[in-house]
């Protein structure tokens, strides 16, 4: 393919792309395959003589969109939102034409620079504390990460270095193994999964601070587990503290747990991938305080922010933890602006120029349209909480604080996992569960950017009327038992 066929081609795939957006909702949200589905429909191996475009194209609808599960369809309603917007999908398109690899600020000047001032335009928006700003001589600064994920396994690498250092400087005779055997992070038994697996990554001990019956950690908790690790010989050295979990989108106590981690040499790393967004608007704001605490502090404008996949918000207050953590420097890395740049803040050392859709995305919306989003998508999970408590049948399982429902049908976790399974199985909409405690609880997420107050009034009478048909049938089935 020449340039003269990639403009054509191009116009075509825009085409395409937009056309799919604005009719997503005419697709069924969940697709009809089974497993193993794509295999026969396509050749064993790759072509040896080169095909054309029109055959690769016409592909799309035949193989890949009937495995699709539609993301941005106005019904689906699982996970949580992944952000997707026209200025984002344009820069991603300008970020592969440029394709540098920015490892280094020499490697692409731009692409180290453009994202440590974005990441400073985000932190302001969010009224982020000082020194996570890199201004013109700050000691802390912003990276994008891959994924939430990312973040926390690095701040815990970070964390886990800082703290043998320090043990070995008083202890000399302590060897690296002796300390790493005794190292113990923590995290809410609500916090994502993900916690768990840095500590594995990183070959420490992780324990769980219970919640409350909020769904949050709160001081006492965290204190009694540490008294008790420290009594027994133990060195804990990282807490994870989660703004909306993943299940219920519950928030620990910042307040509380902050001067305990300072006060112990914890590192306290806030993972709020979802919930931080939402801190761009200053009625939500409060939800934040207590990040002044924090040693790192990270979010996901591609879950949220109308940022496409994948660009994580990660703020260090001491950028020299990280690179102190991280650095090697062989020769063919060298420049002579070795201090510029954040390339050692990250696992891989290749990064995309992922700063351009954060750019393109803040000029295009401004700090008010995406407060408007933001609000739009609260204020329909707010309408889904009234018309779930309008009906006798349900409970509402946690409080509605952003863009997520906890509601379950009273009685039995058999009865709600049939439910359940009766909505997906309609595939009108698209729900997953949770478990908080011994309930089993379906998750009503708002994601779509093009999501409406009739998507929401349809989704609801729709679970409304399976769950009718359901009781009907559940009842005659244990009146025979």
């Excluded at 952003?402 to 976790?413: D, H, T």
């Excluded at 009865?415 to 199985?425: D, G, M």
């Amino acid at each position: 393919m020449d340039a003269v066929e990639f403009r054509k081609r191009g116009k075509e795939m825009v085409d395409y792309i937009a056309d799919y957006l604005e009719k997503i909702d005419k697709r069924q949200v969940f697709p009809d395959v089974e497993p193993g589905y794509l295999r026969p429909l396509i050749p064993d191996c790759a072509p040896q003589d080169p095909e054309s475009f029109e055959d690769v194209f016409k592909d799309i609808e035949k193989i890949i969109m009937p495995g699709v599960t539609h993301w941005h369809s106005p019904y689906f309603f699982a996970y949580f939102p992944a952000a997707s917007s026209f200025p984002a999908l344009l820069a991603d398109m300008l970020c592969g034409g440029i394709g540098c690899v920015g490892f280094s600020w020499a490697a692409s000047p731009a692409c180290t620079e453009l994202e440590t001032v974005m990441l400073d335009w985000l932190g302001k928006m969010i009224n982020l504390p000082e020194e996570f700003l890199a201004g013109k001589d700050g000691q802390g600064g912003g990276v994008i990460q891959g994924s939430a994920s990312e973040a926390t396994l690095i701040s815990l690498l970070a964390a886990r270095t800082k703290t043998i250092r320090r043990v070995q400087s008083k202890k000399p005779e302590l060897t690296e193994a002796d300390i790493m055997g005794r190292l113990v992070a923590y995290a809410s038994d609500q916090a994502h999964s993900s916690v768990e697996r840095a500590a594995l990554i990183g070959g420490v001990k992780i324990k769980n601070v219970p919640s409350d019956d909020t769904f949050s950690v709160c001081g006492t908790a965290l204190k009694k587990v540490l008294d008790e690790d420290k009594a027994s010989g133990l060195i804990p050295f990282f807490f994870c503290a989660t703004l909306g979990t993943t299940p219920c989108c519950s928030f620990d106590k910042l307040l509380e747990l902050g001067p305990i981690c300072n006060k112990e040499n914890i590192w306290m790393h806030i993972d709020a991938a979802y919930a931080g967004s939402a801190f761009i608007c200053p009625e939500f704001r409060h939800l934040l305080n207590g990040v002044e605490f924090a040693d790192s502090f990270n979010f996901n404008p591609h879950k949220w922010l109308l940022v496409n996949f994948d660009c994580s918000a990660m703020w260090v207050k001491k950028r020299s933890d990280l690179t102190g953590a991280f650095k090697l420097e062989p020769l063919y890395l060298q420049h002579h602006h070795q201090e510029s740049g954040n390339f050692h803040w990250q696992i891989p050392l290749g990064r995309r120029f992922r700063s351009l859709k954060l750019w393109f995305v803040l000029r295009m919306y401004g700090v008010t349209g995406l407060q408007d989003h933001i609000r739009k998508h609260v204020r329909l999970s707010h309408q889904f909480e009234y018309l779930v408590l309008r009906d006798e049948r349900f409970e509402i399982c946690a409080e509605v604080v952003l863009g997520l429902v906890c509601f379950r049908l009273k009685g039995s976790n058999e009865l709600n996992e049939a439910l359940l399974k009766s909505i997906n199985e309609a595939k009108r909409i698209h729900l997953v569960p949770c478990h908080l405690r011994e309930k089993f609880v379906l998750r009503f997420a708002i994601c779509s950017r093009t999501v409406e107050s009739t998507h929401i009034k349809f989704a609801w009478q729709h679970i409304s009327q399976l769950a009718t048909d359901l009781l009907k049938t559940w009842e005659q089935n244990h009146h025979q038992q």
